[in-house]
């Protein structure tokens, strides 16, 4: 058996990006961008007005109010689309409206609502004067010439996705087409005796095939492009002609087959066809799982198609096309985010791990309080397709955790999150954070020290946050840093090619939700010492010749860290046992985030 990482890492090695190709910009929804594009234009193109109103010199309108009007001449009228056929001349005004170029003369605009265009509007035709009741300053109301994009600016940066508002740039700047990545061809086949295709009358002892549409959506679901092969039956014959037809595509998905019985012969007919990846990988639902790549000859020229054969379970299969299918789908396309999007969750239910595999529960996640929790939605078969659709995430149960007890945190693969939604949240919930509180010299410090030194032993990258409630002396006088402070500056950010530092002022005192997205989210790992009211997990330190009480409710805790025994119902580890303390948090808080 090989583990989710080695297989995945097998399959990631077999698929490349896919080559460019150019398309209408509207059929680029989703794909990545192959090149750069550069504006080879002001947008906009013209100064203009952001609003319906007068073009005036913001000079004529000095001390105008309601009860002070400012006379102007309207020499003019312009409209978007059409140019100014006068300029502005002391004071006189051009009747402009949104988007219309700014006539010659004019440095600012005043809308209709600060004159007294509405009470002249009964004289009908066109107005020859116009009292303004608004001072104006110069640029009011103007849009200048390529304050949105200048021409010679990299305006969309090769790798990028396209997003609808992507497509509106390319459009804005006149593309009519765009160059992407290509979606892969991804050849689907159902295989199995029992199979009927859904527009079949289904007889005895037959079921109709699921999986050629979960996988079909699945695959558009992702980015590429499905080729339904239809059903291959449970022979060597069957088979090959089947796995013969998808041979010109990127990739290849079969389903079922794959596992001992006596008619799962798909990996019979790819040994001989090609190469086999692997045939079991320690996850459940999923063990029976094969890869490799089918050899095609293409004149003299050999083409190598990967081929994946998922379990023929329904939710084994979609369960492996999650952790196996979807990272290749994306690397053809060009994605660079490649891992599912994850949170941490407060697991709801106890979940047995019998055989040392990685369990991927389908839970429902909610989130209540600035915690997710994670609820097990019901039985848990691999036939039970149904615990699929009341899923929203699948929490990941480690091979090395023999049970996870409800309370416990667990990382949870979000199912309908974007990857780029895992890839920006730089929130609590993304890196695991844990807190030390405790009454003053209780050893916090000690134990992050510790802590922070034997996580870094286990290979962590270890982030450390500091509550200070009497304020802080970082800042040394005589510094430069300090100087820029001392001047007024609100913040000072020093940046070297190691280090970054960044001394801000606050209005309030941050809460761990907006720190963490300043710290980044780079790490395995955050201990926090303080923060006592926030809600990340929290352990405290307790220590007897002090005598104190707990500073928190037990509730609230996750562990004591302490040097006698307390009577309280919550996990109790000892001062100095650092590994301990230690493997409680990797337990809990980390799992296998690294
Ligand atoms: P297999 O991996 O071929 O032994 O199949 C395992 C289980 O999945 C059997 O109960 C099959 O009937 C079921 N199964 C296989 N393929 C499909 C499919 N395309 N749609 C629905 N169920 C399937
Ligand atoms: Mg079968």
Same mark, same amino acid.
């Given at each position: 058996m090989i583990s989710v990482e080695e297989a995945l890492e097998k399959v990631l090695s077999y698929v490349g990006v896919l080559e460019p190709e150019r398309k209408p910009i509207l059929d680029c929804l989703g794909q990545v961008l192959a090149d750069d594009v550069y504006s080879t234009?002001?947008?906009?193109?013209l100064d203009n007005s952001a609003m319906d109103g007068y073009a005036l010199r913001a000079e004529d309108t000095r001390g105008a109010s309601e009860s002070t009007p400012r006379y102007l001449v309207v020499v003019g009228e312009v409209a978007a689309g059409s140019m100014p056929a006068k300029e502005v001349r002391p004071g006189t005004a051009i009747r402009i409206m949104t988007g219309a170029p700014l006539p010659e003369g004019a440095d600012a605009v005043v809308r209709f $609502?600060?004159?007294d265009e509405d009470s002249r509007k009964s004289s009908r035709g066109k107005l020859s004067q116009i009292g303004i009741l608004y001072g104006a300053k110069r640029g009011l109301n103007i849009r200048r010439r390529g304050e949105d994009i200048a021409s010679g $600016?990299?305006?969309?940066?090769?790798g990028k996705v396209l997003r609808p508002q992507e497509i509106g740039i390319l459009a804005s700047l006149g593309h009519s087409t765009a160059l992407v990545i290509r979606r892969p061809v991804v050849a689907i086949l159902a295989t199995g005796d029992e199979l009927v295709g859904v527009d079949q009358t289904l007889a005895t002892g037959k079921i109709y095939d699921s999986n050629t549409y979960t996988i079909a959506a699945e695959v558009s679901r992702y980015g590429g492009i499905p080729r339904i092969l239809g059903i291959g039956r449970d022979s060597v014959q069957s088979l090959n002609e089947k796995i013969g037809e998808g041979l010109d595509a990127d990739m290849l998905i079969t389903s079922g087959g794959?596992?001992? +019985?006596?008619?799962?012969m798909v990996k019979d007919v790819l040994a001989e066809h090609g190469e086999i990846g692997f045939w079991t990988v320690c996850m459940k639902p999923g063990k029976p799982l094969a890869f490799g790549v089918i050899k095609k000859l293409e004149g003299r020229r050999g083409r190598k198609v990967p081929h994946l054969g998922l379990p023929g379970n329904p939710v084994s299969s979609m369960i492996t096309f999650e952790q196996f299918a979807r990272p290749a789908i994306l690397k053809m396309i060009g994605k660079k985010i490649l891992a599912k999007p994850c949170i941490q969750a407060v697991i709801r239910n106890d979940v047995v791990n019998t055989d040392g595999r990685r369990i991927f529960a389908r839970v429902t996640v909610t989130h209540c309080g600035g915690q997710y929790y994670a609820s097990v939605t019901g039985p848990q078969g691999s036939g039970i397709l149904t615990s699929m659709a009341k899923a929203n995430g699948l929490a990941v149960i480690p091979e090395s955790s023999k049970v996870v007890k409800a309370g416990d945190m667990v990382e949870v693969q979000m199912?309908?999150? +974007? $990857?780029e939604q895992g890839g920006v949240k730089t929130t609590v919930e993304s890196v695991p954070i844990v807190s030390i509180v405790g009454?003053?010299?209780?050893g916090k410090t000690v134990l992050m020290e510790q802590l922070i030194a034997e996580f870094k032993r286990r290979g962590y990258k270890v982030a450390a946050l500091k509550h200070s409630r009497g304020g802080m002396e970082i800042d040394r006088p005589g510094k430069d840093s300090w100087k820029l402070a001392q001047a007024g500056s609100d913040a000072v950010c020093v940046s070297s090619p190691d280090k970054l530092a960044l001394i801000k002022n606050l209005d309030h005192d941050l809460d761990i939700e907006e720190i963490m997205p300043i710290v980044g989210p780079e790490f395995d790992l955050v201990l926090a010492e303080g923060f006592r009211k926030s809600k990340i997990p929290k352990i405290e330190v307790h220590r007897k010749e002090l005598g104190y009480d707990l500073l928190c409710s037990p509730e609230e805790l996750s562990a004591v860290v302490t040097d006698e025994s307390l009577n309280m119902g919550i996990t109790q580890l000892s001062c100095g046992d650092t590994v301990a303390i230690a493997d409680f948090i990797e337990k809990n808080f980390v799992l296998n985030k690294r």
């Open positions: 234009m002001d947008i906009p193109p $609502e600060d004159t $600016e990299l305006i969309l940066k090769k794959v596992s001992r +019985g006596d008619y799962d199912l309908d999150w +974007g $990857e009454q003053s010299q209780s």
